[in-house]
């Protein structure tokens, strides 16, 4: 990415071509390579994932230093990832993931791509 401003319209071509019937995105920018960005996005089945990310860039590359994706059905947690630090004892800490049955789950980094695949999977079950 060459700027944030790239990376938040990459982001938004995401959610265009997921199916999403409804979105809203929020950016704030903190320095000219750091910001934050939450969004909420509806499905058609009337699923719901709200998510933050807080991003820097490095030349190139994107890091999400922190984030959280919550995905929801009628009203119910499906899953959500999350970097919060409370689960230290997982090999991956701090990323990690929560299921529908409220286990916490061993996880590597994800973007808001790879939830957004995850998602189209669930919607075509």
Do not use: C, W
Not at 19 to 44: E, H, K, M, Q
Not at 54 to 72: C, I, K, Q, T
């Amino acid at each position: 990415m060459k700027d944030l401003d790239a990376y938040f319209a990459y982001l938004e071509s995401l959610i265009r071509r997921s199916g999403a019937v409804d979105a809203s995105l929020d950016y704030i920018r903190f320095t000219p390579n750091t910001g934050y960005v939450r969004g909420r996005v509806v499905f058609a089945d009337g699923s719901l994932l709200q998510f933050a990310e807080e991003v820097a860039l490095s030349g190139n590359v994107v890091r999400r230093d922190a984030y959280r994706y919550h995905y929801m059905r009628a009203g119910r947690t499906v899953f959500r990832y999350d970097t919060a630090p409370h689960h230290p004892h997982l090999s991956t800490h701090p990323y990690h993931k929560h299921d529908a049955r409220g286990r916490v789950l061993e996880s590597p980094p994800v973007s808001l791509k790879e939830v957004l695949g995850e998602i189209a999977r669930l919607l075509k079950e």
